[in-house]
């Protein structure tokens, strides 16, 4: 069965420090895709990126960057020099390429506050 | 740039009552989907449409919920008979292609009261 691990509740951090939250996932299928999505405080889900499991190539875009690791299960997320504007709840999330409509399985989720 | 569109934004409602949230997907995309997410918990997924027809739901998605794609354009979630724990941020979201892999886009949420 498909399971999606964010072990951070919640991580504070100063206005300008780096900040990585943690995924681990777990799946059977071969073929599947990760996202992580932003929830501002006004609540709406905010897509952020989709990785397939082929693909092990680091992405970065601007501040963001994400480190997908299958050998760990892992796929990370790494804010650099973190705006209060990044506060918000961050969800990671798996689809199964066996599911016939690719329904996403969100992890408990990361609240980040950062702290002006 | 389209966007997935959702009324009301709160509804407040008696349990026992039958609800109605309404989703406007964007247009040219596929695939259909309902999540909630009960306050301070996670998004889970209640069901997906494609076709005019369920093609996947959850557990959460009893004989209380349905769904329905009246026209072109709307989505709807029916809750029949509402519960206190029924009670959550409804998200409806779309998906522009018939295969795997690619991004959904979610509407803003209905948030829900059940009183």
């Known amino acids: 069965a498909q399971k999606v691990t964010q072990a951070q509740t919640e991580i504070s951090v100063v206005e300008k420090e780096d900040v990585t939250l943690d995924c681990v996932y777990e799946?059977?299928?071969?073929?599947?895709?990760l996202f992580w999505y932003k929830q501002p405080p006004s609540g709406e889900l905010v897509f952020l990126i989709r990785r397939n499991s082929f693909d092990e190539q680091n992405e970065i875009s601007g501040r963001y960057s994400w480190n997908f690791q299958k050998s760990t299960s892992s796929f990370n997320f790494t804010i650099t020099a973190s705006q209060v504007v990044d506060s918000a709840v961050y969800f990671c999330a798996l689809s199964e390429a066996g599911t016939g409509a690719n329904n996403l399985f969100f992890g408990t989720g990361t609240r980040l506050t950062v702290i002006p | 740039e389209p966007e997935v569109t959702q009324t009301p934004s709160h509804q407040v409602t008696q349990m026992g009552q039958e609800v109605i949230l309404r989703c406007v997907p964007i247009s040219n995309h596929l695939y259909f989907y309902w999540y909630r997410q009960i306050l301070g918990q996670k998004v889970e997924f209640l069901v997906s449409?494609?076709?005019?027809?369920?093609?996947?739901k959850s557990e959460i998605f009893d004989d209380q919920f349905s769904v329905e794609r009246p026209d072109g354009s709307n989505f709807t979630l029916k809750i029949r008979s509402t519960k206190l724990e029924d009670s959550a941020m409804y998200f409806c979201a779309s998906s522009d292609r018939a295969i795997h892999s690619y991004e959904q886009y979610f509407g803003p949420g209905t948030r829900l009261t059940v009183t």
């Open positions: 449409f494609y076709n005019n027809e369920i093609s996947e």
């Open positions: 799946t059977r299928d071969t073929t599947y895709y």
